[in-house]
């Protein structure tokens, strides 16, 4: 069974900097599609960063330039380095997989729906204040 833990979450204030982790089962993050996707109360999901088995990365315009997505395949963890933070950067953030195969594959920047990965984390709540 795939467990996905996410940890670092908390409150900070616009500007600041959070980093957030996620604990994956053993080879789940080095041999699959992996990515941060965040919802606000009342809004759909969003992803905001994603990375291909080979380390690519790609991010929504939202955060670019700001996050940071990254891996470490010995230690089963990914990790979001959030930078200058912004108020609208509030939300509970989870950590994502896609186990498909790439042909099938639907996780990716911008607007998500539950199925569009094959596995979730609990969450993690990220609070930036103005």
């Known amino acids: 069974q795939v467990q996905l833990v996410e940890s670092g979450g908390g409150s900070v204030q616009a500007g600041g900097s959070l980093r957030l982790s996620c604990a994956a089962s053993s080879g789940i993050i080095s041999s699959n599609f992996m990515g941060w996707v965040r919802q606000a109360p009342g809004q759909e999901r969003e992803g905001v960063a994603v990375?291909?088995?080979?380390?690519?990365?790609t991010y929504a315009d939202s955060v670019k330039g700001r996050f940071t997505i990254s891996k470490d395949n010995h230690k089963n963890t990914l990790t979001l380095q959030m930078n200058s933070l912004k108020p609208e950067d509030t939300a509970m953030y989870y950590c994502?997989?896609?186990?498909?195969?790439?042909?099938?594959?639907?996780?990716?920047?911008?607007?998500?729906?539950?199925?569009?990965?094959?596995?979730w984390g609990q969450g993690t709540q990220v609070t930036v204040s103005s």
């Open positions: 994502a997989a896609d186990l498909r195969p790439y042909v099938r594959r639907t996780l990716r920047v911008g607007p998500l729906r539950e199925y569009d990965a094959t596995n």
């Open positions: 990375i291909d088995i080979d380390g690519s990365t």
